[in-house]
């Protein structure tokens, strides 16, 4: 064991434990420049987080501390469990910016390996922030240290991670397009009226194919236990949907969100429309609607940022059009559960 590793401990983190709570948001505000740009931690939103995951998802939180930093957490890690996969998900691999490269990361994903072996799951994945070619430079120490435990990129395509910058480019300058004949538009705040519950669910599960089943109750549809989590954890969403008037389905629409610690940042969620009424450009619509509505509500929003799959060009072009400017790609790594490479 060398010196960066002797003396560790680590434990679970509970939401109640409020001076080791503490301690792990101090970790999240020193590593807050790992990534340039990026949004800081909102206190509110990450210690909600505790104690509302995401649904259909069970979280495995724990910290490590350090004797020799006064028994102070230095590290952390998040263990993300959704129900019914094969899969173990690392949202969280945290190690103080002072204290990397000595082994306590490793000693971290170690945990996280024998965390999802206990809960009966074969493959580790994560995702790793690197840089796109010609765009701001990432740290490629991440990518090498999941290569160092024996991960590899996985196949699937890579996240597109896009910024608008409200202060550079007004998307709404020349307001917004006239809304298609037969289609209106209509807005929610951050829980969404019984009677678009369902359809939400429907839309966002199935990404507009519709093959999931629209017979299910309200009260426990996939947008009532995401709104579970989302207020638990503080925060605000504004919605724009867009109705067929013919048939009074909801088409499609879009989603914004943003923490309560964060008053310049916002978050682009889903955008979806149903692949029956794809080609009248209402994805565009939507978004620029749903700015529209959001600025009216939180004026001092000046960033948004959002991600897509790479080869979701559709709507890469789309956030383009409106002033998004991508700034790095977001990889899966995947690794089997027990397997750890010497490096």
Known sequence: MNDSTRGLRLSPLAADDETTVRQWLTLLDDAAGDVPGAAPP???????????????????????????????????????????????????????????????????????????????????????????????????????????????RAAAPAGVHQWLDLARHDPLASGLPAVPAGYSLVTWGTITPDAYAVRVSVLEQSL???????????????????????????????????????????????????????????????TVVHRAHRGHRLGALLKLANLEYVLRHEPAVRLIETANAEDNTAMIAVNAALGFTPTDRWTTWTGLVGATGSG
């Open 42 to 152: 909102c206190a509110a939103d990450m210690t909600g987080s505790l104690r509302f995951p995401p649904p259909a998802t069970k979280l495995e939180d724990w910290v490590v501390r350090h004797e020799g930093r006064g028994d102070r957490v230095v590290g952390a890690l998040r263990l993300a469990l959704p129900d019914g996969a094969d899969v173990a998900r690392v949202d969280q691999l945290l190690v103080h910016p002072e204290l990397r490269r000595g082994g306590i990361g490793r000693a971290l994903y170690g945990r996280a390996a024998e965390l999802a072996a206990g809960h009966g799951r074969s493959v580790l994945s994560g995702t790793v922030v690197e840089a796109l070619p010609g765009g701001p430079v990432r740290d490629t120490a991440p990518a090498a240290f999941a290569s160092s435990v024996g991960a590899r």
């Open 208 to 270: 507009g194919d519709e093959s999931f089943d629209e017979d299910q109750e309200v009260g426990t549809s996939y947008a009532r236990e995401f709104e579970t989590m989302r207020v638990g954890r503080g925060r605000k969403a504004y919605h724009t949907g867009v109705l067929h008037e013919a048939s009074g389905k909801l088409a499609g629409y879009t989603s914004v969100s943003k923490t309560t610690g964060n008053p310049g940042y916002a978050l682009q969620g889903m």
